[in-house]
């Protein structure tokens, strides 16, 4: 059962439009959701977090949105540049137990075209 | 800050050999070290959560006796793929987190990565 789902593989937008990555959750022991970018052949790099006290969170061009209510998040980035295109994962992790560990989603593939 | 490091980046081995992936965290102490795993097109695959001085918690499915994860130090987890296999062929990532430098705390929620580590298995 996949507990956080990014159901695009891929998205294309072009230079300078407004990017929009979702992610959709179910475990609701989630409270805490992250994004990663990802380059082939690299580990994914923290973008940005959220906490679920929150239903917004704002880094430069980045945007994370969360609505609680209807377990879904998304990531928005405005404006697009070619050095966006990416893999992006959304991850979320529980409030309790020692590890914390991460889940993550499949992965959207970001190609923002000049 | 925040630096992971993974060595190596890549290598090819035989099957039946062994193979040693070493991850470091450069400018902090990692009490907890995370094993990953990525196929191609496909997501991360967490394999094993790594705590320092103790017995690494794997996930199911993931067996430690051919995985085997040690984290001797704060700054150091190695992941064995031991008797590899064709199939063991992939992209293998680290993770490090609650950090401390100088005594403070200061990574706690965000896990941060190392560059990976390309295993093809011959």
């Known amino acids: 059962d996949q507990q956080v789902k990014q159901n695009s593989p891929s998205l294309s937008v072009q230079e300078g439009r407004i990017s929009i990555l979702n992610c959709d959750y179910t475990?609701?022991?989630?409270?805490?959701f992250l994004w990663y970018k990802k380059y082939p052949a690299e580990g994914p790099t923290f973008l940005i977090s959220?906490?679920?006290?929150?239903d917004k969170n704002e880094d430069g061009r980045f945007t994370v949105f969360l609505n609680k209510s209807a377990k879904h998040l998304s990531l928005h980035i405005v404006p697009s540049q070619p050095g966006d295109s990416a893999v992006y994962f959304c991850?979320?992790?529980?409030?309790?137990?020692?590890?914390?560990?991460?889940?993550f989603g499949s992965g959207t593939q970001l190609t923002v075209l000049p | 800050g925040a630096v992971v490091s993974q060595h190596p980046s890549r290598v090819i081995c035989k099957s039946g050999t062994s193979v040693k992936i070493e991850c470091r965290s450069l400018?902090?102490?990692?009490?907890?070290m995370f094993w990953y795993r990525q196929f191609p097109k496909k997501s991360l695959m967490l394999m094993a959560t790594?705590?320092?001085?103790?017995?690494?918690?794997?996930e199911q499915g993931v067996e430690k006796d051919k995985f085997l994860i040690n984290h001797a130090s704060l700054t150091l987890s190695t992941l064995t793929v031991t008797s590899a296999h064709p199939e063991d062929s992939s992209f293998y990532i680290c993770?490090?987190?609650?950090?401390?430098?100088?005594?403070?705390?200061?990574?706690?929620?965000?896990?941060?990565f190392g560059p990976g580590t390309r295993l093809t298995v011959l």
């Open positions: 475990n609701s022991m989630f409270d805490y």
């Open positions: 959220i906490s679920s006290i929150k």
């Open positions: 790594s705590n320092e001085g103790s017995k690494a918690t794997y």
């Open positions: 993770s490090a987190r609650d950090g401390r430098a100088g005594g403070r705390v200061v990574l706690t929620d965000t896990q941060y």
């Open positions: 400018d902090f102490q990692a009490t907890t």
């Open positions: 991850a979320a992790r529980p409030s309790s137990g020692s590890a914390r560990q991460l889940t």
